[in-house]
């Protein structure tokens, strides 16, 4: 009897690792293609997106190619920190769909007392592409701080950083 319990309790450790994993990996790929962007890592933005890649910023539509031009833009100039906080993930085969807040800290190089905070409010959706998780689309909405539920409670990602 004590071998069943214990191997149902290892069954059940295991699917939850594998569900976790499962869940966990697609919105790792927003998370590092947001630090290769505070990197000005521009070969790692292109990398975790497909070819058909759009970003809905604000009222625009951007492709990589424009957005390459902001990253170079701000760099050497500005120093960007990433905070989240998931919303809802959905998962469906090859494509997954993710909402979360984003809060991102900027301040000016060389400038200490200089930082500002942004807020969003984002969905993406990722698609499978040889085995990989790529984003296909991004939907970006300024939010204001004050409106932004009590309860969300952000996290700060770094990721790994241009070489």
Do not use: C
């Not at 790929?29 to 630090?35: E, G, K, T, Y």
């Amino acid at each position: 009897m004590r071998v069943i319990q214990h191997l149902t309790f290892l069954l059940i450790l295991l699917i939850s690792f594998n569900s976790y994993s499962k869940q966990d990996v697609p919105f790792k790929v927003v998370q590092d293609w947001f630090a290769a962007t505070s990197a000005f890592d521009i070969e790692g933005v292109r990398a975790a997106g497909t070819d058909d890649f759009q970003l809905l910023e604000n009222d625009q539509l951007w492709d990589m190619d424009f957005l390459a031009k902001i990253i170079k833009r701000s760099e050497g100039k500005r120093q960007r920190r990433n905070f989240f906080s998931v919303i809802k993930q959905q998962m469906k085969g090859d494509m997954v769909w993710i909402s979360y807040w984003n809060k991102a800290e900027f301040a000016d190089v060389g400038e200490v007392d200089n930082k500002r905070e942004y807020f969003w409010l984002e969905s993406v959706v990722l698609v499978k592409n040889n085995n990989q998780w790529k984003i296909q689309m991004l939907h970006s909405s300024r939010a204001k701080k004050e409106k932004i539920p009590v309860d969300v409670v952000f996290v700060e990602y770094v990721g790994k950083t241009k070489s």
